[in-house]
């Protein structure tokens, strides 16, 4: 971001004087809810309003010209058909900020707006936004009503909904907020500006981020590199990703969602936690904002219930979600034997009621022993915190007892929100103790915590300058066949079959020649050679080839390669596919005609080390033919890693150049790996 950019964002959400564009004493209106807010809010207030001298006995001013000194900040309570004008004027103070709460509709108005912010250098929150609380200040440009006062905690909000943003707000849950941002549109200032405003300062102690659309993705890529390296968890909740919801997003803000991959792929590349839905965000909040942290080296989960039927709910969930649980030590279930009541398994998870007699001190015993075993990163007391007729606490008992005297994560576990004891509830989380509220968000928080932080790939490695400007011009020419394309590959590092381009059968016969049969035959009339019948495969003889080339010259043309066969293997995809919103993903994938139909794939940003391209191949399904399946030999592990580290390599080299490129099927074997089929669709 540049200074004068961050200068305007700063100005924005710091400010200390604030313009009211479109006050009104008008009850109920728009205008009103503006000065109510401004009113509880720490800014020097600015009425603006052409209908009246005063309201309320405060001075109204007929514009913002007239206004008696500069501000910072200009809220634009107006409708779509006097926002530019507004806007100017705005810019014409020198006013460095403004929020858009209307719609701003229309492409035109919408690229109005965009020009006259970027020519007067303005940052700008909207539009189609409910505005921002800055609750470290007491700044508060909303026009909508929200909590007073707002929680004060360590969570700094951004999101594109701004009903959700006034759900969060109004949550009541164990956390508080530094800063609450409703985005909207992001016509000029986005979530990557909001990123790098939170990720300077100290007291944020977790970004939650729910988006429907990336923009600036490189900028918030850097900013969320920077919020990992100073160890702030990043929470990011993205909507819109479904075929159905993109187009839902699209229509909403004008802009498409990225895909579920992508941001798959941009979560692991940045260290951030991708959660599903509300519930699953504000529980994974609520989680970390209890300050207590894994320890070293264990990665798993424990649970202590008081329902066989529940424990078992919690293992069928957290197996879905794949979620560990930690194998307790022999020490931690001999203990745990001791304290249980006849009849009852020492495990993990625990199943503790047994007669009800004793409870505090059995739940209390059972959980320290669980918090204490090496290998559990966060404990949970899995009860459902019902009301107690007899006025019984010894659940929240428990729990508050081994809180006093251990800083390892603990929180409780409810299955259902609304029978929850709210005066329990309180309890706890006064006490500092979360209380997740629902068994799958719940399960899905208590896993994030355990793995937290997460890897984020070393810095780029080295370009090789040459090669990426000669490859780059290349793919600025037309003519692109098989042959071609397995010299690119090759020169990344990535083995492939022989292969020569013939136009003619003359050609092909000679290219057979040369090559030496067994050979296959290839059109390069179609993208998808199989489907169309473009493929002939072990071809023994000149008389063969002649035959099958005229056949497949007179359906899909001339144009065809010749290439040596390969051995047999399993097949893997490779490739770098150019995503709207995330630019260049590497993609791993069960390969060969099924690819679509099987949809065995993961993806991954640029770079890609080798550690992370193990992991990648290992979450595949077809990962066990890798490894050697009913007494097959395994493939060659290391070399079909590095042929995606050499994908990765060309993604950050040739990335801007490129559609997409493939290798499929990539042949891998125990003698090596082999790309026999390659495609290249420059940008």
């Not at 107006?78 to 509709?105: C, N, Q, R, T, Y």
């Not at 075993?373 to 899995?382: E, Y």
């Amino acid at each position: 971001m540049t200074d004068s950019r961050r200068a305007a964002v700063a100005a924005m959400l710091g400010a200390r004087s604030v313009a009211l564009v479109g006050a009104s004493p008008r009850p109920g209106s728009f205008g009103e809810r503006m000065m109510i807010e401004a009113r509880r809010s720490s800014g020097r207030m600015h009425l603006v309003n052409p209908r009246y001298d005063r309201i309320d006995g405060i001075v109204c001013a007929p514009s913002l010209a007239a206004l008696d000194e500069p501000v910072d900040l200009v809220l634009l309570g107006v409708p779509d058909a006097a926002l530019l004008d507004e806007l100017k004027a705005a810019a014409a103070i020198g006013a460095p900020s403004a929020v858009i709460f209307g719609s701003a509709h229309g492409a035109s108005l919408r690229q109005g707006v965009t020009e006259v912010a970027a020519g007067a250098r303005m940052a700008v929150c909207g539009a189609g936004c409910m505005g921002f609380v800055n609750n470290t200040t007491g700044l508060r440009a909303l026009g909508y009503l929200e909590p007073d006062p707002l929680p004060p905690g360590g969570v700094s909000l951004v999101t594109h909904s701004g009903s959700a943003f006034s759900t969060i707000l109004r949550a009541g849950r164990g956390f508080g907020f530094r800063l609450a941002v409703s985005s909207g549109q992001e016509l000029v200032t986005d979530t990557a500006d909001y990123v790098d405003y939170i990720v300077e300062d100290p007291d944020t102690s977790l970004i939650a981020l729910l988006l429907e659309t990336p923009r600036s993705v490189g900028r918030l890529r850097a900013g969320l590199h920077l919020a990992a390296e100073r160890g702030i968890p990043v929470v990011i909740l993205p909507v819109g990703h479904s075929p159905r919801g993109r187009a839902m997003v699209a229509a909403h803000s004008g802009a498409l969602a990225g895909d579920a991959a992508g941001w798959r792929a941009f979560c692991a590349d940045t260290g951030a936690i991708r959660v599903s839905d509300m519930a699953e965000f504000v529980d994974t909040i609520e989680l970390f904002e209890a300050g207590r942290r894994r320890r070293p080296g264990s990665r798993a989960i424990a649970t202590a219930h008081d329902s066989g039927a529940e424990r078992a709910l919690c293992a069928d969930i957290a197996h879905e979600l794949a979620v560990d649980f930690a194998e307790l030590t022999r020490a931690t279930l001999a203990t745990l034997g001791e304290l249980l009541d006849e009849g009852l398994t020492a495990g993990n998870p625990l199943d503790v009621w047994g007669t009800g007699a004793d409870t505090r001190e059995l739940f209390g015993g059972c959980l320290r022993a669980l918090v204490d075993d090496p290998g559990v990163a966060v404990t949970a007391l899995a009860v459902d915190l019902v009301t107690e007729f007899d006025g019984d606490t010894a659940y929240s008992d428990a729990i508050l007892d081994i809180a006093a005297d251990t800083d390892a994560p603990l929180a409780v576990l409810a299955s259902v929100p609304s029978a929850i004891d709210k005066t329990t509830a309180k309890r706890l989380r006064n006490n500092g103790i979360p209380l997740l509220e629902g068994t799958r968000s719940g399960i899905a928080a208590l896993g994030h915590l355990a793995r937290w932080p997460l890897p984020v790939p070393a810095g780029i490695p080295e370009i090789d300058t040459a090669r990426a400007q000669r490859w780059a011009a290349k793919l600025g020419e037309p003519g692109w066949d098989s042959p071609t394309a397995f010299a690119l590959l090759a020169d990344y590092g990535i083995s492939v079959t022989r292969s020569r381009a013939a136009h003619n059968a003359t050609e092909a016969l000679a290219a057979a020649e040369a090559l030496g049969y067994p050979v296959a035959l290839k059109t390069q009339g179609s993208e998808h050679k199989s489907d169309v019948g473009g493929v002939v495969l072990d071809i023994s003889d000149r008389e063969a080839l002649w035959v099958a080339y005229e056949e497949m010259a007179g359906r899909l043309g001339p144009d065809v390669s010749i290439d040596a066969m390969a051995p047999a293997g399993v097949e893997i995809s490779l490739g770098v596919v150019r995503d709207d919103n995330f630019g260049p993903l590497i993609v791993v994938a069960a390969g060969g005609t099924m690819v679509e139909l099987l949809a065995d794939r993961t993806v991954a940003c640029a770079p890609v080390s080798r550690e992370a391209a193990v992991a990648l191949l290992g979450s595949l399904r077809a990962a066990p033919l890798l490894a050697g399946w009913r007494g097959a030999q395994p493939v060659d592990l290391a070399a079909l890693t590095d042929a995606v580290v050499g994908f990765s390599q060309l993604a950050i080299e040739l990335g801007e150049y490129l559609d997409a490129i493939e290798a499929n099927p990539v042949i891998a074997s125990a003698a090596g790996v082999l790309a026999v089929d390659a495609l290249v669709i420059p940008r």
